[in-house]
């Protein structure tokens, strides 16, 4: 399986990265091929609104989406890798989401497997309510099948990150695929 991982943290050696590398370590183990895009190095410019891609593409804008675009679409899974800011997504990770609307047929076509990874300081049992609400309403809408969040309570720093049970509970989510 292709797997894509669209890693969305500024901080490229912070907790986020610890579960991206977890996770490609177990998906390469059972053979998977896995590619890191990191957004965050990439020239990607909020969508506009203007429609001129028909939601099909192209798109008005000529970034670096296309080349999230072309990944996807020869992808058989994608995994979305972003901290929590303020409860969300971080906002390198929004503007691929919402330039989703470009290429939204061939998407919902596709049927791509997905999977959340995601690290927040905090730990209380709400922490991830509104990003896992906003992932499970983009699964369900684009037709993506969900094979797994790993939800990193109390993962403020990497030594915190290190010592938890998250990477493992990454590692596993990519060597059960």
């Known amino acids: 399986m292709k797997i894509t991982v669209l890693f969305a943290s500024p901080n490229k050696s912070g907790s986020t990265a610890i579960l991206v590398d977890n996770f490609k ?19 990607v410019r909020p969508c506009i609104g203007c429609v001129r891609c028909g939601y099909e593409g192209p798109c008005a804008q000529k970034d670096d989406n296309e080349i999230i675009r072309q990944k996807l679409l020869c992808s058989d899974m994608v995994v979305f890798a972003t901290p929590l800011y303020y409860y969300g997504m971080s906002a390198q990770l929004k503007i691929i989401v919402d330039r989703f609307c470009a290429y939204n047929s061939s998407l919902n076509s596709r049927h791509l497997k997905s999977a959340l990874l995601t690290v927040a300081w905090n730990a209380d049992d709400w922490t991830f309510e509104a990003i896992e609400a906003h992932y499970k309403t983009l699964v369900r809408y684009i037709h993506f099948r ?15 990150t290190r010592r938890s049970e998250y990477p493992e509970k990454a590692y596993q989510l990519g060597r059960k695929l």
């Open 25 to 43: 370590r177990g998906a390469e183990e059972s053979g998977n091929t896995v590619e890191v895009l990191d957004v965050c190095k990439m020239n």
């Open 146 to 160: 969900d094979m797994g969040m790993v939800l990193g309570y109390g993962c403020g720093s990497p030594s915190m």
